[in-house]
Structure formats: C-alpha cells, structure tokens
C-alpha cells in the first residue's frame, strides 16, 4: 500500500506537470523553480522536503526513526517523480480537452496516492508529516489541513513566479483547482475506502 501510494503520488504529480496548465500544489514550487534552476523537478522536491526538521519543533520533542524514516521515504519520493517523468516523456496533450482530462486524472490519482501513502501508517513524505503532526496538533481533520498547506504551496509559488520571470509560470488554472480538489478527494477516499482500516499488523 505504501510503495502503491508512493508511486501513485509521484505519477500524479508528473501528470499533472505534463498537463501543462499549472502543476499539483504539492509540486507547485519546485516545478517553477526548476525553471530557472539547474536541477530537476525531484532534485528539487527532495531538498524542499527538508521540511522535516520543522517536525520536531511543532511537536517539541525529537522522533529519530520518524525523521530517518521520512528522509529515506522523501528520497525515494524524489526519484520516483523524475521516473514517472520519463515515463510521461512521450506524453504532449494535444489539445485543452486533453489538458484538463490530464489535470483532472492527475487530481485522482495523487489524491488516491496520499490516501494510501497515510493509511499504510509506514513513513510519510516529508511534506504530508507536516501535514500530519499539524493535524494532530490542531485536532483537525487531515484533508482540511491538506488544503490549507496546498493553498500555501500556491501562493509561494505565484510570488517566486513574479520575482523570478514577472510572469506566471507553472502555476495555473490547473494549479487552483488542485488545491481545492486533492484535499476533497483525500477526504471522499477516506469516507468511502474505510475497508483499508483493517488491513492492521498488529505489534
């Protein structure tokens, strides 16, 4: 379920990058510096998603093999969107409908990612632990937290586009409706799907 979650996230992500009308939230602000920058879209992700050491501040205390956990699972969360990526190479939407058909694909598929990427309760990428730990922290639900990070996701971008080419690249109507989207369909997955909840190891 983990690695399934994992590589569904990351295909949706390179989807939605290929949909060319502005990427997923959570990719958002490495798509657009990848623009300018000599790196790759998950060489980027990766060193964004040190984030993690924000865990421990939120939560006051120290959780050594959660963080090793969600290094290892970031790494891994890098390289699996530059292959999906190359997996995507041949893909050039041929028109809007196939854009939006795209993009909206790709809302299912990421959304259904983070779902199963949660409930496997393994590690989680470094961005959705934050997510995680806020949720936790605030009592609220996770989908609800999604969203507000996603939305933040946005806005930084938008700005570093302005900063950087005065312009908006990467981030588009494709991007807005993600962030309203994936959360909503975290949450449908999470009303309907509830079968996933017995699949339990117990310690």
């Not at 996603?150 to 570093?160: F, G, K, M, N």
Request: charged share 10%; proline share 2%; with cysteine.
């Amino acid at each position: 379920m983990f690695a399934v979650g994992i590589f569904l996230m990351t295909f949706g992500i390179a989807l939605s990058c290929k949909a060319d009308l502005g990427t997923s939230p959570i990719s958002s602000v490495p798509w657009v510096m990848s623009m300018f920058l000599p790196f790759s879209l998950g060489d980027i992700t990766i060193m964004m998603n040190i984030v993690i050491l924000a865990q421990p501040l939120i939560l006051r205390a120290l959780y050594v093999r959660e963080l090793v956990g969600q290094l290892l699972t970031t790494l891994a969360f890098g390289c699996s969107i530059d292959f999906s990526m190359g997996l995507l190479d041949w893909f050039i939407p041929g028109s809007a409908l196939e854009q939006w058909l795209a993009c909206l694909l790709s809302i299912v598929v990421l959304a259904l990612g983070v779902f199963l990427e949660v409930r496997a309760k393994i590690f989680l990428v470094a961005g959705e632990g934050v997510v995680s730990v806020l949720a936790f922290v605030t009592q609220k639900k996770f989908s609800l937290i999604k969203n507000c990070f996603d939305i933040s996701l946005v806005t930084l971008a938008i700005i570093i586009s302005w900063v950087e080419f005065g312009t908006l690249q990467g981030v588009g109507a494709g991007t807005v409706v993600a962030a309203v989207l994936v959360g909503r369909f975290v949450h449908l997955y999470e009303s309907r799907l509830s079968f996933f909840d017995r699949w339990k190891v117990e310690a």
